[in-house]
């Protein structure tokens, strides 16, 4: 454990010596992975760009329904981001027109301080630094410790279950400081290289994805042969769909030590959002030495909590996390429990020091303060519950695990998709409202008509009105179209919502429009809500002065999330 956090002094003297030699003769210092990613200074990130593309790449966005669809079964799903030309320096070593671009899935997406990726070899192939071409900077918009991906990574690196390294970076954009970032090591070959001493297999990407029939397309290949890998899958998916499964026939695919450490740190750790915890963020690499797979961590902003923040069961035991479905399987066999029990003993008894760890939030707290800005002004009060979860998890997985692992069956469910229900084609002429009133029904002149589950549903006492979008509308930055009705067979209430972005409410045809579509008052993040609408809107009209009419028409279908709340 003592290892685990470098602190060294004649390093950073040294580091600093070059640096102002580098100033003082002019010379440009080559930088190194060891540069890159030291653990006892903050890394200066000066990003310089047109501002044009700026607001460009900051503005872009997934949504959930382009990055669930259910299409994702069969082939990842393209990002919405696109790569600008920019200049970044590197601690004064500059690299000119490397490529930007934003990066993240749905929740660490910001446009004030996006998380980025930086190509350094977009324009001059042969830019790198110590084999590694592209560089990720993590905003830690879902982990307000900040602390989360650099001492949890530290820790599954110092098991020996191969992750990235890590740094804290100060990043500003054209002079302005967007405070600390977590430069976090790409996975690719110096991964590879570092963690299994080669890089000539095959590297996949879970994202949301699982071994299940008709899922094999979904994982994301990002280096090796295709074929082999794409075969080792289709030999779990094979695997896990039959009704007893033995730690033997998982052994034959996956390397059980590796996959038992890093599982069990897993959950030593209470990553929620990680394989094990909700079949996301990891990567499986078909290591040509074994011929099996060995599972990394991935996306680790989610860590040092006792339960899970998305669909989480008090019933369900704090030691270990089994909705990914290769856990899952393990843990229904005596041998597999078993197994993880002396894995997760053996990683507090050789990893877990407290009072190291505590030492560490402490020296990490001094060492980013002064670089934060005012959206970090969370930061100390959030390591707090990060020291209790220290201070406490010995205890808590002792309680649970001192004589036996605890029994747990709950069978996890494929994973979420944004699937096709019913289809929505209205008219309407309406008024704009800064406030959306209480009684929507009968407003405005509107045609509505649904069909919903394959059925067409009619409606009455139909009404239109523009508002801001928001609870019960309230002020947002979209414009938003609601019909509101009531169903003809039972009187139940029925709204279409239909957001519009600011700069394209104005008269045009075939507006990209999302919303969402709610039956009754409630709408509930899960299988029985989460109902979406997505297609165009023509406006021949369009007002956002209250009073003002607004007119169009629009078309487009109804979807739901299917899968959540396992």
Same mark, same amino acid.
């Given at each position: 454990?003592?290892?685990?956090?470098? %602190?060294?002094?004649?390093?950073?003297?040294?580091?600093?010596?070059?640096?102002?030699?580098?100033?003082?003769?002019?010379?440009?210092?080559?930088?190194?992975?060891?540069?890159? $990613?030291?653990?006892?200074?903050?890394?200066?990130?000066?990003?310089?760009?047109?501002?044009?593309?700026?607001? %460009?790449?900051?503005?872009?966005?997934?949504?959930?329904? @382009?990055?669930?669809?259910?299409?994702?079964?069969?082939?990842?799903?393209?990002?919405?981001?696109?790569?600008?030309?920019?200049?970044?320096?590197?601690?004064?070593?500059?690299?000119?027109?490397?490529?930007?671009?934003?990066?993240?899935?749905?929740?660490?997406?910001?446009?004030?301080? =996006?998380?980025?990726?930086?190509?350094?070899?977009?324009?001059?192939?042969?830019?790198?630094?110590?084999?590694?071409?592209?560089?990720?900077?993590?905003?830690?918009?879902?982990?307000?410790?900040?602390?989360?991906?650099?001492?949890?990574?530290?820790?599954?690196?110092?098991? +020996?279950?191969?992750? =990235?390294?890590?740094?804290?970076?100060?990043?500003?954009?054209?002079? %302005?400081?967007?405070?600390?970032?977590?430069?976090?090591?790409?996975?690719?070959?110096?991964?590879?290289?570092?963690?299994?001493?080669?890089?000539?297999?095959?590297? #996949?990407?879970?994202?949301?994805?699982? $071994?299940?029939?008709?899922?094999?397309?979904?994982?994301?290949?990002?280096?090796?042969?295709?074929?082999?890998?794409?075969?080792?899958?289709?030999?779990?998916?094979?695997?896990?769909?039959?009704?007893?499964?033995?730690? *033997?026939?998982?052994?034959?695919?996956?390397?059980?030590?590796?996959?038992?450490?890093?599982?069990?740190?897993? +959950?030593?750790?209470?990553?929620?959002?990680?394989?094990?915890?909700?079949?996301?963020? !990891?990567?499986?690499?078909?290591? =040509?030495?074994?011929?099996?797979?060995? $599972?990394?961590?991935?996306?680790?902003?989610?860590?040092?909590? %006792?339960?899970?923040?998305?669909? !989480?069961?008090?019933?369900?035991?704090?030691?270990?996390?089994?909705?990914?479905?290769?856990?899952?399987?393990? #843990?229904?066999?005596?041998?597999?429990?078993?197994?993880?029990?002396?894995?997760?003993?053996?990683?507090?008894?050789?990893?877990?020091?407290?009072?190291?760890?505590?030492?560490?939030?402490?020296?990490?707290?001094?060492?980013?303060?002064?670089?934060?800005?005012?959206?970090?002004?969370?930061?100390?009060?959030?390591?707090?519950?990060?020291?209790?979860?220290?201070?406490?998890?010995? *205890?808590?997985?002792?309680?649970?695990?001192?004589?036996?692992?605890?029994?747990?069956?709950?069978?996890?469910?494929?994973?979420?998709?944004?699937?096709?229900?019913?289809?929505?084609?209205?008219?309407?002429?309406? *008024?704009?409202?800064?406030?959306?009133?209480?009684?929507?029904?009968?407003?405005?002149? /509107?045609?509505?008509?649904?069909?919903?589950?394959?059925?067409?549903?009619?409606?009455?006492?139909?009404?239109?009105? +523009?508002?801001?979008?928001?609870?019960?509308?309230?002020?947002?930055?979209?414009?938003?179209?609601?019909?509101?009705?009531?169903?003809?067979?039972?009187?139940?209430?029925?709204?279409?919502?239909? @957001?519009?972005?600011?700069?394209?409410?104005? =008269?045009?045809?075939?507006?990209?429009?999302?919303?969402?579509?709610?039956?009754?008052?409630? !709408?509930?993040?899960?299988?029985?809500?989460?109902?979406?609408?997505?297609?165009? /809107?023509?406006?021949?009209?369009?007002?956002?002065? *209250?009073?003002?009419?607004?007119?169009?028409?629009?078309?487009?279908?109804?979807?739901?999330?299917?899968?959540?709340?396992?």
């Amino acid at each position: 454990m003592g290892t685990m956090f470098l %602190k060294n002094n004649n390093r950073q003297t040294a580091w600093l010596f070059a640096a102002v030699m580098a100033a003082t003769t002019g010379s440009a210092k080559e930088l190194t992975l060891d540069d890159v $990613f030291p653990t006892d200074r903050v890394l200066d990130v000066q990003i310089t760009v047109a501002e044009k593309d700026w607001d %460009k790449i900051r503005h872009q966005a997934r949504n959930f329904i @382009s990055a669930l669809h259910e299409d994702r079964k069969t082939a990842p799903i393209d990002g919405p981001y696109e790569y600008v030309t920019a200049d970044v320096t590197i601690d004064g070593v500059k690299f000119e027109k490397v490529g930007l671009r934003k990066k993240g899935f749905i929740g660490s997406q910001s446009t004030s301080r =996006p998380s980025l990726k930086i190509k350094l070899n977009h324009t001059n192939k042969k830019a790198k630094i110590g084999g590694l071409t592209n560089l990720t900077m993590n905003n830690n918009k879902q982990d307000s410790t900040i602390v989360s991906q650099v001492m949890g990574y530290a820790l599954f690196n110092a098991a +020996g279950s191969p992750a =990235p390294r890590t740094a804290f970076a100060k990043v500003t954009v054209n002079g %302005k400081n967007h405070g600390v970032y977590t430069h976090v090591e790409t996975v690719r070959k110096t991964v590879l290289k570092r963690g299994f001493g080669n890089d000539d297999g095959t590297l #996949y990407e879970g994202t949301v994805v699982d $071994f299940y029939n008709g899922w094999e397309g979904s994982f994301e290949r990002k280096t090796g042969e295709d074929k082999a890998g794409r075969a080792h899958i289709r030999k779990l998916i094979e695997l896990s769909e039959g009704d007893s499964v033995t730690e *033997e026939a998982i052994g034959e695919l996956i390397d059980l030590d590796s996959f038992y450490r890093f599982w069990a740190m897993e +959950g030593l750790l209470g990553f929620w959002d990680g394989y094990s915890g909700n079949a996301n963020n !990891f990567f499986a690499y078909l290591n =040509p030495k074994t011929n099996k797979f060995h $599972f990394m961590p991935w996306g680790a902003d989610s860590l040092f909590k %006792k339960r899970s923040m998305l669909n !989480f069961d008090f019933r369900a035991p704090l030691s270990v996390k089994t909705k990914g479905r290769i856990a899952y399987h393990l #843990y229904q066999t005596e041998a597999g429990r078993d197994r993880y029990r002396k894995t997760l003993h053996g990683l507090l008894k050789e990893h877990w020091n407290e009072e190291e760890l505590l030492a560490e939030c402490d020296r990490i707290e001094a060492l980013i303060e002064p670089h934060l800005n005012r959206e970090q002004s969370r930061f100390s009060r959030s390591l707090r519950g990060t020291r209790e979860f220290i201070r406490e998890r010995r *205890e808590d997985l002792m309680d649970e695990t001192g004589e036996a692992m605890p029994r747990w069956t709950k069978t996890p469910k494929a994973p979420p998709v944004i699937a096709e229900i019913g289809n929505v084609k209205a008219k309407f002429s309406g *008024e704009w409202m800064e406030e959306s009133p209480r009684e929507q029904t009968n407003l405005g002149k /509107a045609t509505l008509q649904l069909t919903h589950n394959d059925k067409p549903v009619e409606l009455t006492d139909v009404g239109v009105h +523009g508002a801001w979008a928001g609870g019960g509308f309230g002020r947002s930055n979209k414009p938003t179209i609601r019909f509101s009705g009531r169903r003809k067979s039972d009187g139940k209430s029925v709204s279409v919502d239909i @957001s519009i972005p600011e700069d394209k409410f104005k =008269p045009a045809d075939a507006i990209e429009s999302g919303g969402v579509f709610k039956e009754g008052r409630g !709408f509930s993040f899960g299988p029985l809500g989460m109902q979406f609408i997505n297609g165009k /809107a023509k406006l021949t009209k369009a007002s956002l002065e *209250e009073g003002d009419q607004f007119e169009g028409e629009f078309e487009g279908t109804i979807l739901k999330l299917i899968g959540m709340g396992r």
